[in-house]
């Protein structure tokens, strides 16, 4: 199956490990405070400096979760602000620099424009102690999502917007396992293979959805742990 990616310019806005087996003539990093827009802005006059063109497809797979549960009633405001600059104000400023330079690309270019969200079961079922991640995530989930894909068709009238929300994964900063009716954690490449599909154009004419990878979890607990497994 052709899935049309080849020549096109995929943004990925947050990757601990860039993929350097690509070489430079594939991959190029840039560096940015998402959170401030002088930042952004200084990031996307730099993507200009790239030998790829404008950028077609953007990954939004930035963000924070604080590492202690705070419930409300305990939870600053500082905390929450800081929050939301993460993964609210930094989506907001990275899509709207997105569009702008999507407008200045060729039809053939905006003909692979999609915006790949990546959300949380959080914003579906909530996260206890972490009220404040959930939130962020059930906006970028639905509001933002949802908006988005009215919008960028005005610019790219192909153009798509869904999202990829991720349950449990089993990676270094989450080793342990919530029960899930298919008694297993998800790994990275179960995620990033619908964010894969959802990026090119077999899904073309799938667009404002919002895909729930958690192997049915269903924000409950089903199994006892010693049922799961990591594959």
């Not at 077609?56 to 604080?66: E, F, M, R, T, Y």
């Not at 949380?120 to 949802?146: L, N, P, Q, V």
């Not at 991720?166 to 964010?195: C, F, M, Y």
Request: charged content about 20%.
């Amino acid at each position: 199956m052709d899935l049309q990616l080849n020549g096109v310019h995929v943004l990925v806005t947050a990757s601990p490990r860039p993929a350097a087996e690509f070489g430079p003539s594939r991959v190029q990093s840039a560096q940015a405070n998402l959170s401030k827009e002088e930042d952004v802005l200084r990031m996307f006059d730099a993507l200009k400096g790239f030998p790829f063109g404008p950028v077609q497809v953007l990954i939004a797979n930035h963000g924070s979760h604080p590492a202690e549960d705070v419930p409300v009633v305990e939870m600053s405001l500082a905390q929450w602000e800081s929050t939301f600059a993460s993964n609210t104000t930094a989506t907001f400023l990275v899509v709207r620099e997105y569009l702008k330079q999507l407008a200045g690309a060729t039809a053939e270019q905006k003909e692979k424009a999609s915006i790949v969200m990546i959300g949380s079961t959080a914003g579906k079922y909530g996260e206890i102690g972490h009220a404040d991640y959930s939130a962020t995530k059930s906006g970028r989930m639905y509001g933002f999502t949802m908006s988005l894909k009215n919008e960028i068709v005005k610019t790219a009238p192909r153009g798509r917007v869904n999202c990829i929300a991720p349950g449990w994964v089993k990676t270094p900063r989450a080793e342990h396992a919530l029960n899930t009716p298919l008694k297993k954690v998800a790994t990275p490449e179960d995620i990033a293979s619908q964010v894969f599909v959802a990026s090119t154009a077999v899904s073309g004419h799938v667009s404002g959805q919002v895909i729930i990878v958690e192997g049915g979890m269903e924000g409950r607990l089903l199994n006892k742990r010693e049922d799961i497994t990591a594959h």
